[in-house]
């Protein structure tokens, strides 16, 4: 065999070789890219995404878009080629697994956290959004999970509304840590609560009950690293009772980044006229009670998902900005927020047409 044609040949051999072992050869990355993307004032899946009652609405056009990032799952075992087109496409982006999948967390794990933060962010966007138009809504703070084996295990539940700890009266989450933490491991701690158990449908619904009980749990030690503290094993969270109904219909979405734009939508159908003016704005950030707009990941997909779809203005967490303005699609206008009444006042600019002074995102902020 010619010299020639035998290195060509092994030369080939090699390509092949090297092109299996691409294929087959399992690296420790995942791919995130873009999601649907859904307009809060319009429907979804053949019903309306945001369902209010009890309380005068109005029409609202134009789009107020939450915008969500597609990832592969914990199971998938991501090769190197796939590895290799995902760091050169523009519409995806590969990232260590460890990152959207931390501690050997398995899908169910996530999917069940991403599920739970979904359901907190709608909480908190009715509530931003009412405390924004002055309504009034009633928070408690409860017991939101028990950890198994722990002190409170049996002896507190779910739901169960905290009046005070010790006989110090409870209004915030944190305090019920603040004041389980002034004890020593192995001391007792008083809780006062009104027992879910013990609550009628109604009851729970409006969070009426008063039939208050002392529960006395001693406490343990956190295997935390660091200062050992006392513990109970609860973690605190509010729950809220609302004048009207408000429903948000949305499957198959988790996380908390939709926030703002539920709170957004919220806003719009319960004041008249059109806060975009019939423009087309998409969005993410989580929101708090008091309609504070937090960061979320995967910013550059969702800009890019967004922009796909046919949105102009982008409403980006200001934490967000530097990440997002590195790569902005063509077209796309990102606008910073950092409060729920940012966004407002910029979409009030946006309507008007009067948009030379929206605050920018640059690269460093």
Not at 50 to 68: E, R, V
Not at 107 to 125: D, G, L, R
Not at 155 to 184: F, M, N, Q, S
Not at 232 to 237: D, N, Q
């Amino acid at each position: 065999m010619p010299r020639r044609t035998a290195t060509m040949l092994a030369s080939t051999l090699m390509l092949i070789a090297l092109l299996c072992a691409g294929v087959f050869i399992p690296v420790p990355y995942s791919e995130m890219s873009p999601g649907p993307t859904v307009n809060t004032l319009g429907d979804h899946d053949g019903e309306p995404v945001l369902q209010i009652s009890g309380h005068k609405t109005y029409a609202a056009s134009g789009h107020l878009n939450m915008t969500t990032v597609r990832v592969t799952s914990a199971d998938y075992r991501m090769n190197l080629v796939e590895a290799v087109y995902g760091w050169l496409a523009h519409d995806g982006k590969v990232v260590p697994h460890d990152t959207l999948y931390p501690n050997g967390k398995t899908e169910q794990q996530s999917t069940q956290e991403n599920a739970e933060e979904f359901t907190q962010s709608q909480e908190s966007a009715k509530v931003a959004a009412l405390k924004e138009l002055g309504v009034p809504v009633k928070s408690w703070v409860i017991v939101s999970t028990v950890v198994k084996d722990s002190p409170a295990e049996g002896r507190l539940h779910a739901g169960d509304v905290i009046k005070a700890v010790d006989g110090t009266a409870v209004k915030e989450p944190t305090d019920v840590a603040k004041l389980v933490t002034k004890h020593k491991p192995g001391q007792d701690v008083v809780f006062k609560i009104v027992p879910v158990k013990e609550q009628t449908a109604a009851e729970k619904e409006h969070r009426t009950a008063t039939t208050t009980k002392d529960v006395t749990i001693t406490t343990a030690t956190s295997h935390d690293s660091g200062a050992k503290r006392a513990i109970v094993g609860i973690s605190a969270g509010t729950d809220h009772t609302f004048p009207f109904t408000i429903d948000i219909k949305l499957a198959d979405v988790g996380g908390p980044s939709a926030g703002l734009m539920f709170s957004l939508g919220i806003y719009d159908k319960l004041t008249p006229g059109d806060l975009t003016g019939g423009k087309f704005v998409a969005g993410t950030g989580t929101i708090d009670d008091a309609g504070k707009v937090g960061p979320i990941g995967g910013i550059e997909m969702k800009t890019v998902g967004a922009r796909d779809k046919g949105a102009q203005y982008f409403l980006t967490p200001a934490d967000n900005c530097a990440a997002a303005a590195k790569d902005t699609p063509s077209g796309l206008r990102l606008v910073k927020v950092h409060t729920i009444k940012d966004a407002l006042e910029s979409l009030k600019d946006i309507r008007s047409g009067d948009t030379a002074d929206l605050p920018k995102c640059t690269a460093k902020g």
